[in-house]
C-alpha cells in the first residue's frame, strides 16, 4: 500500500465538556477521492476544521506528508499543499471573477514589497493570470471572467470556489460539504469536475451529507457517528454494514 | 487592472492636477497658502488613512500615528541634532515601528472592537505625551521645532516654497500609495476585508497583511506630522485629539473611500468650504455644526461619498440613464 | 490614612454611581440599535447645561431643572433615533459616523448659547453628612449616589417585569426573533433611546454643581464609557454596572494615591487587556464573536 498522504490519529476534540471527537484515527491514500459521512451530530465538521487547522485537536494529532501539522494555522496550511473550501458560496463577492481566481494564487506569485512597488513583479503576476485563466477555462467561466463575482449563478459561484481553491496549488483539497443546496444536476456537475480534480493528481478528502453523491463518488469512506469511527472501506462495503444502516435509521428517527 | 486606457486617462488627470497645484500658491493670499500647505500635508493624512480602510478596519488613531510622527521627527531634530530632512524620515519610521508594536494587541480585534481599541491605544500614547514633561513637553508640548533647512537661496519659512517642498514629498508618498493598491497587495488588503477565512485559506498570513497595511498608512501618517510640524514649529497633545480623528473620518467619509480619490476630493472640498466660505462669511464659531450636520448628511444620503458624484455625470454626459444605486462601500463596514 | 482610605471609598462609590447610569444607558442603546452613541458624552453635556440654563439662569429649584434636563435629554436621543439612528439600523459604522456629527452639532449649540468657559453653578445645597471621623459625603453627591439606585432598580423592574421590558430584551438578542413575536420595533427603540438618553441626561444634571459644565466636558465621560462598556462585555447591563463599579473604585484611588493622569491610563491599559484576552468582555458570553 502507498504511504497516506494525511493521516489523523487518536485525534479528540471537545468543546467545554462535549466530545465532538473522540479518539478518531483514519488516513487518506494519494490520488483517491476520501469521503467523510456521519449523521448529523457525528463530529464531522469538527474533524474537517481540526485538520483545516480552524481549531487545535484536543488530543491526537493529524500528519500530513509525514509532518505532523495538528494545530497549525490555516494559511501554514495553504502555503504547503493543504487546501480548504468552505460550505456554500464564499467567495470574494466584490472582485471580479478573474481577481477571485487571481488572489487563489496567492502563495505562487509571492514577490517582495520593493519588487511590487517597482512594477518588478510583473512576470510572476503574469504567470497568476495565465494560471487564472487556464482554471476559468476548465470550470467553463471563461465567459465571465470579469464579470462581479456576486452576479453569478449560484452553480457557477460554487465552481468559482473551488477555482479559487485549485488556484493555490493544493497536494490535497478538501471540500466542506460541496453538494449541500445543489439541484440533482448541479450534483452531477460537481461529481465530473471533483473527478477531474482526481485525476489531474490532486488528492481529495471531502465532508458529505448527500449520501448519494458520497457513494457514486468517492474511492474510500469513512463513516463517522458520536464523534468516533464507525466503519471505514470501499462504497460498497460501506452500503451494506448494518451499523451504518441502523445509525443512519435512528438518527432519522430522532429527528421526526 | 490591466486596462491600459483607464492608466493613461489617470496618468493625463494626474499631470493636469500638478501643473494646476504647481501654479496655485501664485494665485492664492499669504494666509490662504498657509492653507494650502496644510491642506497638501492633510491629504497625505487622508490618503493614508483609506489605505489602512482597505483592510475593512477602520482606526481611531490615526491622527494620533501622526502626531508620533511629528513628536518624533521633532525631537530627533531638536534634542539630537539629527538635520530635519533625516529626522522627518525617521519621525516616519517611528510611527511605522508604533504600528508594528501595536499590530500585535489590536489585531486580535475585529471590526468594532478594532474601532475602540485603536482609539484606546492612541490614548495611552496621548496620555504618554502628556504625563512625560521630558521628554515630551507635558501638555504643553514641544516648541521651537528647527525649521526645514534652507537650500542655497530657498527659505522654506516662505509658505510657498514649503508648499512646494510638501507637494513633492506627498506626490511622491501618494505615488507609493498608489502602487502599492493597484498591486497584488491592495487587492489582498481587499480580500482581507471581505472574506479574509478564505483569504486565509488559499495561504495569505491575515495578521501580517493586516499589519503591512496598518504600518504602511501609519509610516506615511507620521510623514505628514512631520511636515506639519517643522512647518508650524510646536505640536502638543490637544493638536491630535480625537476631535482631530473626527475631521480625518468626515473627510474619508464625505469624499467616499471605495476609490484613491475619494478622500482626497473629500479633503480638498471641506477645506474650501471651511477655510474659504465659512472664515470669509465669519462662519467660524459654527463650524463643528455644520461640519456634523454633513457629516450625518452624507452618511444618510451619500453613503458612497462625493466620489459617487463622478460615475454618476460621467454617465449622465454620455446621455446613459442612471443606474440603481450601485453598493455602498462606505458606509456599511465594519 | 485611614481615613483617607474611607474618604476614597466614599468617593469611589460617588464615581460608580454616575458612571454606570452612564454607562447603561449607552449598553441600553447599543443593545435595540447595535449602535455605539459616540454623542453620549454629549447628551450628559446636555443635562448639565439643562441645569446651568433653569437653575442658574431661571432661578427654578434644583430637582425641578433637574427633572426638566432628563426628560429633554430622553427628547434628544428621540431625534437622534427619527433622525439617523432609524435609518442606519444596519449600518453599526455609519451609525456612530452619524453619532459623531450629532455630538458636533450639540457641542457647537452649547458653545453658542453658553460659550466655552466653565459654566460655574452655586450648589443645591451645602449640606453634608459626616459617616466617620472626618470623612465626609455632600448631599450634592448623595443625590446622585440615591437617584443611581433608584433608577438602576426602576429600569430593572421595568425590564424584568413589564411587556416592553420584555421585548427590549428580546430585541437586544435578537432583532428578528423580536419582531417575529409581532412587537413593534421602533416603538421598542424610540424607548430605549429616550431611557438610554435620558439617564445620560440626568447624571449631567445632577453632577452639574460639581463638575462646572463646559460645552467639551463630554469627551472625558465617554472615555470612561467606553472602558466601562468594553470591559463589561458590550450589550450586558448588569456587566456595565459591575464594571462601572470596578472601574470608578480603580481610577478614584489610583487618582488619589498617584495622579489623575495616571489613573486615565491605566483604565485604558486595563480596557486594551480586555479587548485583549476576552473581547466580549469579562461578563460577556464565551463564545468568539
Partial sequence: MTQPILEVCDLSRNFGGLLAVNQLSFSVIPGTIHGIIGPNGAGKTTTFNVISGFYAPSSGHVTYLGKDISGIRTDRLAEIGLIRTFQGTTLFNEFSVIDNVRLGCHVSAKSGFLSRLLGADRESEAVATKKAEDLLAFFNLSDLRDEEASNLPHGHQRALGMAVALAADPKILLLDEPFTGMNPEETARMMTLTRDIRDRGITVMLVEHDMQAVMGLCDMITVMNFGSLLTEGTPKEVRTNPGVIEAYLGSAHHAS | MSDSKTTITVWIFALTLLAGLLVLPQLLSYSQREIAVFLIINVLLVVSYRLMTLTGEWSLGHVVIMGVGAYASALFSKRLGVPVPLSMFLGASTAGLTAVVLSFPLFRMKGFYFLIGSFAAGEVIRLIWKYFTFPFGGAKGLNLIPSFPDIGWISFFDPVNYYYLCLIVVSVSLFILYRVERSRFGLTFHALHWQDKLAESVGVNTFRYRMLAFTLASFFAGLSGALYAHYIGTVNPTRFDVEEMVYVLIWAIVGGTATFYGPIVGVVALTIVNDVLLRALGFDTIRPMIYGAVLIASVLFMPDGLESIFPKLKRLMMGRKTEPATKSEAGEIP | MSELILQTIVNSIYAASYMSLIAVGLVLIFGVMGVINFAHGELYMAGAYTVVALYSGLNLPFFVAVVVGMV??????????????????????????????????????????????????????????????????????????????????????????TKFGWAMRACAQDTEAAALQGISLNQITRIAMFIGAGLAGVVGALTAPLVSPTPYMGHSIIVTAFIIIVVGGIGQLEGAVVAAILYAFVHTFVTTFFDGVVADMVGLVLMLLVLVVKPTGLFGANDRV
Fill in chain 3, 72 to 161: 429633554f435629554v430622553g427628547l434628544l436621543g428621540l431625534v437622534m433615533e427619527y433622525a439617523f439612528f432609524r435609518a442606519l439600523r444596519d449600518n453599526p459604522l455609519g451609525g456612530l459616523i452619524a453619532s459623531i456629527g450629532f455630538l458636533l452639532i450639540l457641542q457647537t449649540v452649547a458653545v453658542l448659547g453658553f460659550g466655552v468657559r466653565m459654566a460655574h453653578i452655586r450648589p443645591s445645597t451645602q449640606e453634608k453628612i459626616e459617616l466617620f471621623d472626618g470623612v465626609l459625603l455632600t448631599h450634592q453627591r448623595l443625590y446622585v449616589i440615591v437617584a443611581a439606585i433608584l433608577l438602576l432598580t426602576a429600569l430593572y423592574i421595568f425590564l424584568r417585569k
